[in-house]
Nanobody, 120 residues
Framework: QVQLVESGGGLVQAGGSLRLSCAAS????????MGWHRQAPGSQRELVAT???????DYADSVKGRFTISRDNAKNTVYLQMNSLKPEDTAVYYC??????????????WGKGTLVTVSS
Protein backbone atom coordinates (compact mmCIF):
# COMPACT_ATOMS: atom_id res chain seq x y z
CA GLN A 1 0.00 0.00 0.00
CA VAL A 2 1.33 3.42 -0.98
CA GLN A 3 0.37 6.57 0.88
CA LEU A 4 0.97 10.20 -0.02
CA VAL A 5 0.82 12.78 2.74
CA GLU A 6 0.62 16.43 1.71
CA SER A 7 1.28 19.41 3.94
CA GLY A 8 1.95 23.11 3.77
CA GLY A 9 -1.32 24.55 2.53
CA GLY A 10 -3.05 27.45 4.20
CA LEU A 11 -4.16 31.05 3.94
CA VAL A 12 -1.75 33.67 2.65
CA GLN A 13 -2.02 37.22 1.37
CA ALA A 14 -1.37 38.05 -2.26
CA GLY A 15 2.36 38.37 -2.85
CA GLY A 16 3.17 35.90 -0.13
CA SER A 17 4.76 32.47 -0.24
CA LEU A 18 3.94 28.93 0.74
CA ARG A 19 5.83 25.65 0.48
CA LEU A 20 3.94 22.44 -0.13
CA SER A 21 5.38 19.02 0.67
CA CYS A 22 4.25 15.56 -0.31
CA ALA A 23 5.87 12.48 1.19
CA ALA A 24 5.34 8.99 -0.16
CA SER A 25 5.54 5.86 1.93
CA UNK A 26 4.94 2.17 1.27
CA UNK A 27 6.44 -0.65 -0.72
CA UNK A 28 7.76 0.13 -4.19
CA UNK A 29 10.97 -0.11 -6.16
CA UNK A 30 11.34 3.51 -7.21
CA UNK A 31 9.47 6.71 -7.87
CA UNK A 32 9.60 8.03 -11.39
CA UNK A 33 7.83 11.31 -12.22
CA MET A 34 6.35 13.44 -9.45
CA GLY A 35 4.10 16.43 -9.81
CA TRP A 36 1.56 18.87 -8.53
CA HIS A 37 -1.89 19.61 -9.92
CA ARG A 38 -4.54 21.98 -8.67
CA GLN A 39 -8.28 22.38 -8.86
CA ALA A 40 -10.03 25.65 -8.25
CA PRO A 41 -13.74 25.77 -7.38
CA GLY A 42 -15.83 25.19 -10.47
CA SER A 43 -12.78 24.37 -12.59
CA GLN A 44 -11.11 21.25 -13.89
CA ARG A 45 -7.95 19.91 -12.32
CA GLU A 46 -4.91 21.34 -14.07
CA LEU A 47 -1.22 20.53 -14.14
CA VAL A 48 0.98 22.89 -12.17
CA ALA A 49 4.45 21.34 -12.34
CA THR A 50 6.24 18.05 -12.86
CA UNK A 51 9.70 16.74 -12.11
CA UNK A 52 11.42 13.60 -13.34
CA UNK A 53 13.62 11.40 -11.19
CA UNK A 54 16.61 13.03 -12.83
CA UNK A 55 15.39 16.50 -11.96
CA UNK A 56 13.97 17.74 -15.24
CA UNK A 57 11.08 20.10 -14.60
CA ASP A 58 8.08 21.45 -16.45
CA TYR A 59 5.63 24.16 -15.43
CA ALA A 60 2.28 25.55 -16.43
CA ASP A 61 2.69 28.93 -18.08
CA SER A 62 0.62 30.55 -15.33
CA VAL A 63 3.18 29.67 -12.64
CA LYS A 64 6.49 29.93 -14.50
CA GLY A 65 8.92 32.17 -12.67
CA ARG A 66 6.89 32.04 -9.45
CA PHE A 67 6.71 28.35 -8.50
CA THR A 68 9.58 25.89 -8.14
CA ILE A 69 9.18 22.13 -7.94
CA SER A 70 11.90 20.01 -6.36
CA ARG A 71 12.29 16.54 -4.90
CA ASP A 72 14.35 14.61 -2.40
CA ASN A 73 14.68 11.08 -3.70
CA ALA A 74 16.13 9.81 -0.42
CA LYS A 75 13.01 10.99 1.40
CA ASN A 76 10.53 10.13 -1.39
CA THR A 77 9.28 13.69 -1.12
CA VAL A 78 8.31 16.34 -3.64
CA TYR A 79 8.06 20.03 -2.84
CA LEU A 80 6.39 23.03 -4.42
CA GLN A 81 7.75 26.41 -3.46
CA MET A 82 5.15 29.03 -4.36
CA ASN A 83 6.19 32.68 -4.40
CA SER A 84 4.39 35.85 -5.47
CA LEU A 85 1.08 34.14 -4.92
CA LYS A 86 -2.01 35.57 -6.58
CA PRO A 87 -5.70 35.16 -5.71
CA GLU A 88 -6.10 33.07 -8.86
CA ASP A 89 -3.70 30.51 -7.36
CA THR A 90 -6.41 29.64 -4.84
CA ALA A 91 -7.16 25.94 -5.25
CA VAL A 92 -6.82 22.51 -3.76
CA TYR A 93 -3.34 21.28 -4.65
CA TYR A 94 -2.78 17.59 -5.27
CA CYS A 95 0.50 15.80 -5.54
CA UNK A 96 0.87 12.77 -7.74
CA UNK A 97 3.60 10.34 -8.57
CA UNK A 98 4.35 7.48 -10.90
CA UNK A 99 6.19 4.60 -9.30
CA UNK A 100 7.48 1.16 -10.23
CA UNK A 101 6.21 -1.74 -8.14
CA UNK A 102 8.03 -4.94 -7.20
CA UNK A 103 6.15 -6.63 -10.06
CA UNK A 104 7.64 -4.07 -12.47
CA UNK A 105 4.35 -2.28 -13.04
CA UNK A 106 4.16 1.51 -13.29
CA UNK A 107 1.34 2.93 -11.20
CA UNK A 108 0.06 6.44 -10.53
CA UNK A 109 -0.95 7.62 -7.07
CA TRP A 110 -2.62 10.82 -5.92
CA GLY A 111 -2.62 12.64 -2.62
CA LYS A 112 -5.84 13.79 -0.95
CA GLY A 113 -5.09 17.45 -1.58
CA THR A 114 -4.19 20.49 0.47
CA LEU A 115 -6.06 23.79 0.27
CA VAL A 116 -4.23 26.97 -0.68
CA THR A 117 -6.16 30.20 -0.28
CA VAL A 118 -4.70 33.51 -1.44
CA SER A 119 -6.47 36.62 -0.25
CA SER A 120 -6.35 39.90 -2.15
Amino acid sequence: QVQLVESGGGLVQAGGSLRLSCAASGRFVSINDMGWHRQAPGSQRELVATITRGGNTDYADSVKGRFTISRDNAKNTVYLQMNSLKPEDTAVYYCNLVLTTFTNIRMTYWGKGTLVTVSS
